[in-house]
């Protein structure tokens, strides 16, 4: 196959996810899979891994098939407090199958706190395991304004690229 056709063969996919922060002080905060050193932590139904999600929504995406929520739907009560690393690896499993292959993930965390920058490394090094490509995790701070900046809820936004199966 020439350059170009291979080129044909990218596809790119976005995720977003957001989940507001409890107020209960012993609610983990895991983000990528790492737990966080925070005063509270994300509330949703599984264990509210905003960067799982998304990632899981980018791959999904790209390989056209739908977010998320459609294999894994938050009305689902077996999947209360399921954990979202498992949930993402099940999400590239059913990518691979259908013969996409992962390229590499790149992921914003949006948050006023903690500061995540000692998490980075742990959390690039799991998700890039889970996913078996790169991925780049970054953070960055509302700087105080909005319901993210009030340390109301964390967002993280993801874009996978992926090549699809030859046809």
């Given at each position: 196959?020439?350059?170009?056709?291979?080129?044909?063969?990218?596809?790119?996919?976005s995720?977003?996810?957001?989940?507001?922060?409890?107020?209960?002080?012993?609610?983990?905060?895991?983000?990528?899979?790492?737990?966080?050193a925070a005063s509270?932590?994300?509330?949703?139904?599984s264990?509210?891994?905003?960067?799982?999600?998304?990632?899981?929504d980018a791959?999904?995406?790209?390989?056209?098939?739908?977010?998320?929520?459609?294999?894994?739907?938050?009305?689902?009560?077996?999947?209360?407090?399921?954990?979202?690393?498992?949930l993402?690896?099940?999400?590239?499993?059913?990518?691979?199958?259908?013969?996409f292959?992962?390229?590499?993930?790149?992921?914003?965390?949006?948050?006023?706190?903690?500061?995540?920058?000692?998490?980075?490394?742990a959390?690039?090094s799991?998700?890039s395991?889970?996913v078996?490509?790169?991925v780049?995790?970054?953070?960055?701070?509302?700087?105080g304004?909005?319901?993210?900046?009030?340390?109301?809820?964390?967002?993280?936004t993801a874009?996978?690229?992926?090549?699809?199966?030859?046809?």
């Amino acid at each position: 196959m020439t350059a170009a056709g291979d080129l044909r063969r990218l596809r790119v996919g976005s995720g977003f996810d957001l989940h507001p922060l409890s107020v209960d002080p012993g609610r983990k905060f895991l983000l990528a899979g790492v737990e966080v050193a925070a005063s509270n932590g994300p509330v949703g139904h599984s264990d509210a891994d905003a960067v799982c999600h998304a990632i899981a929504d980018a791959i999904l995406g790209a390989a056209g098939m739908g977010g998320i929520g459609d294999h894994f739907p938050a009305s689902d009560p077996t999947l209360a407090g399921a954990d979202s690393v498992e949930l993402l690896a099940k999400c590239v499993g059913m990518a691979e199958r259908a013969g996409f292959e992962v390229i590499n993930v790149d992921s914003t965390v949006i948050l006023q706190a903690p500061r995540l920058a000692p998490f980075r490394a742990a959390m690039e090094s799991r998700m890039s395991e889970v996913v078996g490509a790169p991925v780049c995790v970054k953070a960055k701070s509302p700087e105080g304004v909005g319901p993210l900046g009030e340390e109301q809820a964390v967002v993280c936004t993801a874009a996978a690229l992926l090549l699809a199966p030859r046809l």
